[in-house]
């Protein structure tokens, strides 16, 4: 599918911003150069009449994403978190992208699941409502199952949704690599990387059986988590094409209105998505990576319950040290450890200057520091960071990227919640319990255990082991001086493995 051909996309792309007099308004948000404005400009004029229409009762910007297709929809539900990036009203304008996009008729629902299910809608749901709410990918309905009167929720991919992000995604990545060869400078980013990572993402979206599984794993990681629920998945009524869970009752949390007149403390749930978030991350490293308003209601207990998680995030436990302590250290405004981290994980080349890179960081992070979150710029920051990871040669780390678009989007929301929130002072709780426990001698103390039990397994070849390193070793008539001083390590080695085992056997 990708080609040349994928330019006609592109193309339509800025004749659909033009067409639905949404590209002064996406330039105007983003505060673009004069220079940005012109050249859009001139590329997207004269092609004005092969943009798509849209529906003409949606604001400029929703509609030329909605009418673009699901790939662009996704990149406008994050817009809609960030109004300290593109502004209140369009921010506002966006959030019709999250739950409330037009639905695809019921029937064709039905008919899906009778497919995916195997048997009759009938025989399974005693009830199927209207879909309740409509996003880029899927739809919802409310349903109660036949064998038990359970009220559920049963999400349904769209018709013909797979080879609609297909095109997406492929008119991206020609987008990325003319990227890579007209704006060289761009490289170090790794665009085409970039549009790989978030292709595997959503195909993984796209496999509801998959969403299943991250559902079941992320409820196993946070039961004992407090102020939080997940609605529970059915097993026997999904698969590929259908999801069903539990119904959770609750209000949106993007409403502050309806929160307000509920009597629920918007400052306490603030904090709580973002503390939330942070323990997820760090403490388990897997994570809902699509932690919108439009996936986030309020239960009347004051729970927070999160649902659709098709968009999970996995980080090993290595670059959750690494994330951890660069978050401290800018906590702690110790920004030459900051820099340190860098240099030792390999995100900045080891030819560059360390001191110099602190002094950056400091002009990055002193600005948050003591400052209503309402006076900070989000959008300058940054732009300022881009700056600095340009100018100290640093390489877009794609086992991040999730991490660092969710981080924003999680911002976003709680800013939302509570507009004077300092998302340092709320963090600097989570993350030093998360640096107490990961980093110091407790921590080496349980990379040792673990190392002894994987070390026990082995156990019963060590034995084993050490007769084949004797006899490599002393084959011919006599051992000689030379074989003899080779022995040491095979039996050194197996004198610690065999510490190591025991260790493991009595950890375990």
Do not use: C
């Given at each position: 599918m990708r080609g040349p051909h994928n330019i006609w996309r592109l193309i339509r792309t800025g004749a659909t911003l033009e067409r639905a007099g949404a590209?002064?308004?996406?330039?105007?948000?983003?505060?673009?150069?004069?220079?940005?404005?012109?050249?859009?400009?001139?590329?997207?004029?004269?092609?004005?009449?092969?943009?798509?229409?849209?529906?003409?009762?949606?604001?400029?910007?929703?509609r030329a994403l909605t009418a673009l297709g699901p790939a662009y929809i996704k990149f406008g539900q994050i817009l809609?978190?960030?109004?300290?990036?593109?502004?209140?009203?369009?921010?506002?304008?966006?959030?019709?992208?999250?739950?409330?996009?037009p639905p695809f008729p019921v029937e064709q629902a039905k008919a899906e699941v009778e497919r995916e299910l195997g048997q009759p809608v009938e025989d399974v749901f005693s009830e199927f409502s209207d879909p309740i709410a409509a996003a880029s990918i899927a739809q919802v309905h409310k349903a109660r199952l036949a064998e038990t009167g359970d009220e559920v929720a049963v999400k349904v991919l769209r018709p013909g949704i797979e080879r609609a992000f297909?095109?997406?995604?492929?008119?991206?990545?020609?987008?990325?690599?003319?990227?890579?060869?007209?704006?060289?400078?761009?490289?170090?980013l790794r665009p085409m990387e970039v549009i790989r990572h978030f292709d595997g993402v959503v195909r993984g979206e796209l496999d509801l059986r998959l969403e299943c599984a991250s559902a079941s794993e992320f409820a196993a990681n946070t039961v004992d988590d407090e102020g939080f629920e997940l609605p529970k998945v059915r097993w026997s009524y999904s698969g590929r094409r259908v999801m069903t869970l539990g119904w959770a009752d609750g209000l949106p949390l993007g409403d502050n209105a309806a929160l307000d007149a509920a009597g629920h403390d918007r400052k306490a749930l603030a904090e709580r998505v973002l503390t939330l978030f942070l323990n997820h991350a760090l403490r388990d490293g897997f994570f809902h990576a699509d932690m919108h308003q439009g996936n986030l209601k309020v239960a009347?207990?004051?729970?927070?319950?999160?649902?659709?998680?098709?968009i999970m995030g996995h980080i090993d436990l290595y670059t959750r040290r690494v994330y951890a302590e660069i978050l401290y250290g800018f906590i702690r405004k110790d920004y030459k450890?900051?820099?340190?981290?860098?240099?030792?994980?390999?995100?900045?080349?080891?030819?560059?200057?360390?001191?110099?890179?602190?002094?950056?960081?400091?002009?990055?992070?002193?600005?948050?520091?003591?400052?209503?979150?309402?006076?900070i710029s989000m959008a300058k920051l940054l732009s300022y960071?881009?700056?600095?990871?340009?100018?100290?040669?640093?390489?877009?780390?794609?086992?991040?990227?999730?991490?660092?678009?969710?981080?924003?989007?999680?911002?976003?929301?709680?800013?939302?919640?509570?507009?004077?929130?300092?998302?340092?002072?709320?963090?600097?709780?989570?993350?030093?319990?998360?640096?107490?426990?990961?980093?110091?001698?407790?921590?080496?103390?349980?990379?040792?255990?673990?190392?002894?039990?994987?070390?026990?397994?082995?156990?019963?070849?060590?034995?084993?082991?050490?007769?084949?390193?004797?006899?490599?070793?002393?084959?011919?008539?006599?051992?000689?001086?030379?074989?003899?001083?080779?022995?040491?390590?095979?039996?050194?080695?197996a004198a610690l493995g065999g510490a190591l085992v025991a260790l493991g056997f009595l950890i375990a």
């Open positions: 590209m002064n308004v996406v330039l105007d948000a983003f505060e673009a150069p004069t220079g940005v404005r012109i050249v859009a400009r001139l590329l997207a004029k004269p092609f004005q009449f092969l943009g798509y229409h849209g529906d003409p009762s949606m604001p400029p910007a929703p809609s978190t960030r109004p300290d990036v593109v502004g209140d009203e369009l921010a506002d304008q966006m959030r019709v992208l999250q739950d409330q996009l297909r095109k997406d995604i492929d008119a991206f990545y020609l987008g990325a690599s003319m990227v890579e060869i007209f704006a060289p400078f761009s490289r170090r009347a207990s004051g729970n927070i319950i999160a649902y659709d998680f098709g450890r900051v820099a340190e981290v860098h240099f030792e994980a390999g995100y900045v080349p080891a030819d560059q200057d360390v001191d110099e890179f602190a002094r950056a960081l400091r002009a990055v992070g002193e600005p948050i520091f003591g400052m209503d979150a309402s006076r960071l881009f700056e600095v990871t340009e100018r100290f040669g640093m390489e877009t780390r794609t086992e991040l990227i999730l991490l660092q678009r969710t981080m924003v989007v999680v911002e976003g929301v709680a800013r939302s919640l509570d507009p004077q929130m300092n998302i340092w002072e709320v963090a600097r709780p989570v993350v030093s319990d998360y640096i107490k426990k990961s980093i110091g001698p407790r921590a080496v103390f349980q990379d040792l255990a673990h190392t002894a039990k994987v070390m026990a397994r082995f156990g019963p070849r060590l034995p084993q082991l050490v007769e084949s390193a004797l006899i490599a070793q002393t084959q011919g008539p006599s051992l000689k001086p030379q074989n003899a001083l080779r022995l040491w390590p095979a039996l050194i080695g």
